[in-house]
């Protein structure tokens, strides 16, 4: 607890199922967020476009596809 005195810190503990209150930008801005990025990300395992390693296993979606989902 000195260091984080000396450095200024202040430390608080937050109960269990308090978060999504005392966090708003967690529950409306990133859940939604991250939902619709599942969304596509789960279209996209199953309508591809695809690319394939040369030992045959799927690749992950490009940066820029993602970056299209984001857009």
Wanted: with cysteine; net charge positive.
């Amino acid at each position: 607890p000195a260091l984080l005195e000396r450095r200024n810190v202040d430390v608080a503990v937050i109960l269990g199922g308090l978060s999504p209150v005392l966090q708003p930008l967690d529950k409306c801005i990133k859940k939604p967020f991250k939902a619709k990025v599942r969304a596509q990300y789960e279209a996209w395992m199953v309508n591809g476009p695809f690319t394939y390693t040369p030992s045959g296993k799927k690749r992950v979606p490009s940066k820029e596809m993602v970056l299209r989902w984001i857009n």
